[in-house]
């Protein structure tokens, strides 16, 4: 009797220790422009971040990077095919070629990046690790949380800070462990355990699935660095910058001005800038293997970051995030991207 | 012409691939050295494999800081502790919940088994059912069910159903009252260890004097008292060093005493309850292959109702139940990896989830947690051939 998640392991397992060593330096560019599509491996359903909406299309910001790169590649936003992971099968997948693009609201640390074979390209959200506790206990504060159950996702960075942070305090907990996000809702709501924890974006997000949202709240302390991003396997840097530079054109987009709507009439703009990004001066995707329009299609077809982060996550969705340290860093942020050049 | 091997002429032997037993040799030669290159190809292939991807390799991650928190263990365990000891802390508890669960499901499993056989007709119509219920529910199901419909509606911990002082039952658990040893209490075990030797002396001394004299004491009863009794003597006679740590409801939780958390509550019922059912079957089916004459003998002989039970049936009976109730032992401990499902911190939930997500280290970490699931079955195996051989019938 085993469960789909041992199953997935052990089939990558198998993927690894059957498949040839020719498959490891593999041409993942080619690879999906002859399958026409890109796989991408999503999340079990976080909303806003990814999950499919009531059509069964997929939606959210770690979705719109798999559409950008299947815009910049094969010049379709549609063409992706989304393979849900859960947080333990995610880098098993990657690592053996099932997906080739990770977009699943992963942390970005040390560990992930040097020893498991693979390599971040960027950042598509900062967030950090909070806690949502009910209403009725009348706690205004983490600090207050010694002895308390704490309900968790199994393998996440957030399990490791828990951790650390009643350690550093010299506080007492019970950590809860679940296999999906929806059991760490459904123990939380039951009173198995005090506190839900998890990355803040992720909070919000929970929150909302909860029976009375109004009934939990999220607690204002932060407790870690949750720098979230895309991830690919190591050793195919053409398809490494790809995946990086599909975010940086977002990015850029956001700060030119560039929409899904005004994408057309910009082709003509005059600012050098612009022409570079949406290939009317130089062709920019070459050295990716890529057509001179890569940037234009992502912009036109998925729009700039600014408009994902509104139509999923921000004020214009149900979750309703601020725009904090993830507006551009002309606007008080974080997000930089290098210059198109 | 067909040659005989009568008329073949002395001194000639036939080739060697006419002969049968070098035939066979050397096919097994080759099998053997093909299931060896395979194993080395693959070993070869996984080494490059991994290398050629950048991915660690080795046991040396588990001498690393885990980093993260087990909700229930067996021994000390911390977040400061390494990934060598969650593999402990997981394997302790898959042996516990495995444990108690063969023990509880080998009792309920006798028990029901015996009912089904029983005269009485409402009795064994409950039996019936509860056999054909459990038996045939898929049994994570049956987790599902004791986790989530039983166990996730009792009350929050604020208004826990109390049974005195002493024990409360709520949505995060049982909670009872734990035992402090104080100095002198060393005494107690001691006593019970030594009465438990003494009574093994007594009932060998009680059957060689039974078989040589036809004298006998009632030896099992004068064991009984001594085991039982002695302990209690000194306990009694040292002032009772023992303190009672009652749990109290302190912020969120109870605190002290002893916490059973619901997930393993709800595993070991569900393990139990469902293997019961089958044991229960085994347990029926070997008394029934008793032949009725044998009993009728027995009775015959003027022996009363127990001793027929106890010196003929179950004697017999035993050697039918015990090869297919080792593989249910077997069943139950490798099923109580479905702990995973509700989060009980079992060997493959903390060592092949947790553990191996942070680590990254995939073929270690399967490859441990099989071979442990393998050692563990073995073990089990073999206890229970060594327990079959003694209890089979020594034909004369």
Redesign the interface.
């Known amino acids: 009797m085993m469960n789909k998640k041992h199953l997935v392991l052990l089939a990558s397992a198998g993927a690894i220790t059957l498949a040839g060593v020719a498959t490891a330096q593999a041409d993942t560019l080619e690879d999906t422009m002859e399958r026409g599509a890109v796989q991408c491996g999503v999340s079990d359903g976080l909303p806003g971040f990814s999950a499919p909406d009531d059509e069964g299309n997929w939606q959210g910001l770690d979705v719109d990077v798999c559409r950008a790169v299947a815009a910049a590649v094969l010049g379709d936003a549609d063409a992706v095919n989304y393979i849900s992971l859960n947080a333990v099968e995610r880098f098993t997948a990657l690592q053996s070629g099932e997906v080739d693009v990770l977009s699943r609201n992963t942390t970005w640390t040390t560990t992930r990046d040097t020893t498991l074979g693979l390599n971040f390209t960027g950042v598509n959200f900062y967030d950090g690790q909070g806690f949502m506790v009910s209403r009725d206990l009348g706690i205004s504060s983490a600090s207050e949380l010694d002895g308390a159950a704490i309900c968790i996702q199994s393998g996440t960075t957030t399990e490791l800070n828990l951790a650390d942070y009643f350690r550093a305090n010299g506080m007492e907990f019970d950590p809860i462990v679940f296999d999906t996000s929806e059991q760490t809702v459904g123990g939380f709501q039951a009173g198995r355990c005090d506190v839900l924890t998890s990355d803040t974006s992720q909070l919000a997000a929970l929150r909302i699935q909860l029976d009375d949202p109004s009934g939990a709240m999220i607690l204002p302390d932060v407790i870690s660095k949750e720098p979230l991003g895309p991830v690919v396997r190591q050793g195919d840097d053409v398809w490494f910058n790809i995946v990086k530079w599909s975010l940086f054109a977002m990015l850029n987009g956001e700060e030119y001005g560039i929409t899904s709507e005004n994408a057309e009439e910009m082709l003509s703009s005059e600012n050098p800038d612009v022409a570079r990004l949406l290939g009317q001066d130089g062709n920019y995707g070459e050295g990716m293997g890529l057509e001179a329009d890569w940037a234009y299609n992502i912009l036109s077809q998925v729009g700039n970051y600014g408009e994902s982060f509104e139509r999923n996550v921000g004020m214009g969705s149900p979750l309703e995030i601020e725009r904090g340290v993830n507006a551009l860093w002309n606007q008080g942020g974080f997000q930089y991207a290098p210059p198109i050049r | 012409m067909s040659v005989s091997p009568n008329t073949r002429p002395a001194g000639h032997k036939p080739p060697f691939w006419r002969d049968r037993a070098k035939r066979a040799l050397i096919f097994q030669l080759l099998l053997v050295a093909a299931v060896a290159a395979f194993l080395l190809y693959?070993v070869g292939?996984?080494q490059?494999?991994?290398s050629?991807?950048?991915?660690?390799t080795g046991f040396g991650f588990l001498g690393n800081t885990a980093?993260?928190?087990?909700?229930q263990s067996l021994i000390d365990y911390?977040?400061?502790s390494t990934y060598g000891r969650t593999f402990l802390v997981g394997l302790l508890n898959t042996l516990l919940v495995g444990g108690l669960g063969v023990l509880a499901a080998t009792i309920i499993g006798f028990i029901v088994g015996i009912a089904r056989l029983s005269p009485n007709w409402l009795l064994a119509r409950l039996a019936t059912a509860y056999i054909e219920t459990f038996r045939n529910i898929p049994?994570?199901l049956q987790i599902f069910f004791w986790y989530?419909a039983v166990l996730?509606t009792l009350p929050?911990?604020r208004d826990s159903l109390a049974f005195g002082e002493a024990l409360f039952l709520n949505?995060?658990g049982l909670y009872l009252p734990q035992p402090l040893f104080e100095s002198g209490f060393g005494l107690i075990p001691l006593t019970f260890l030594v009465a438990i030797v003494a009574s093994i002396a007594l009932v060998i001394w009680n059957k060689r004097r039974h078989e040589a004299t036809g004298k006998r004491l009632p030896a099992y009863w004068i064991s009984f008292l001594l085991i039982f009794g002695l302990p209690l003597l000194v306990l009694v006679a040292t002032g009772v060093p023992v303190t009672w740590e009652m749990p109290e409801l302190?912020?969120?939780?109870f605190?002290g005493g002893i916490t059973v958390i619901?997930?393993f509550l709800a595993l070991w019922l569900a393990l139990s309850i469902y293997t019961a059912s089958f044991i229960a079957e085994i347990v029926r089916s070997g008394i029934q292959a008793i032949s009725h004459g044998q009993t009728e003998a027995a009775q015959a002989l003027s022996l009363p109702r127990n001793l027929v039970l106890r010196l003929v049936v179950i004697p017999q009976a035993l050697r039918v139940i015990i090869p297919p109730l080792t593989s249910q032992y077997l069943n139950l401990i490798?099923?109580s990896?479905?702990a995973?499902?509700i989060?009980y911190?079992d060997l493959?939930?903390v060592f092949?989830?947790?553990t191996?997500?942070?680590?990254?280290q995939?073929?270690e970490v399967?490859a441990m947690t099989m071979a442990v699931y393998l050692t563990i079955s073995l073990l089990v195996s073999m206890f229970m051939n060594w327990f079959n051989a003694r209890v089979a019938l020594v034909e004369r």
């Open positions: 693959i292939n996984v490059d494999n991994l050629a991807r950048g991915i660690t980093g993260f928190g087990i909700v911390s977040s400061q049994l994570l989530f996730r929050s911990a949505v995060r302190r912020g969120f939780n605190r619901p997930e490798k099923n990896s479905l995973t499902a989060g911190p493959v939930s092949a989830g947790t191996l997500n942070q680590t990254g995939a073929i399967i």
